[in-house]
Nanobody, 121 residues
Framework: QVHVVESGGGLVQPGGSLRLSCVVS????????MGWYRQAPGKQRELVAT???????NYADSVKGRFTISRDNARNTVALFMNSLKPEDTAVYYC???????????????WGQGTQVTVSS
């Protein structure tokens, strides 16, 4: 069984910083991409940032220059460093891992339970 567990959310004032972490554990063969998505109340889930095996990253325009994603392939972890936070960054942040259970399998999107980030004074 595979587990995707996020941590690091919380309440922060506008302009502040937070670091989110995610670890993927269990019996897996490989992870191709890892990323962070978020969902604000009444809105659809949206991409925040992704990083693939080779280290190539992709960011939503709304977070470019403020957020940084990093990955530790040996530990199956991904982190999101969030700076200059704004109230509009308030959302539940979900970790996503595109993983394969065995060598001949296909890549499957696997999600964590989410962690709440609230930016408010």
């Amino acid at each position: 069984q595979v587990h995707v567990v996020e941590s690091g959310g919380g309440l922060v004032q506008p302009g502040g910083s937070l670091r989110l972490s995610c670890v993927v554990s269990g019996s897996i063969f490989s992870i191709r991409a890892m990323g962070w998505y978020r969902q604000a109340p009444g809105k659809q889930r949206e991409l925040v940032a992704t990083i693939i095996n080779a280290g190539n990253t992709n960011y939503a325009d709304s977070v470019k220059g403020r957020f940084t994603i990093s990955r530790d392939n040996a530990r199956n972890t991904v982190a999101l460093f969030m700076n200059s936070l704004k109230p509009e960054d308030t959302a539940v942040y979900y970790c996503n891992a595109e993983l394969k259970y065995y060598a001949g399998g296909v890549y499957i999107n696997t999600w964590g339970q989410g962690t709440q980030v609230t930016v408010s004074s």
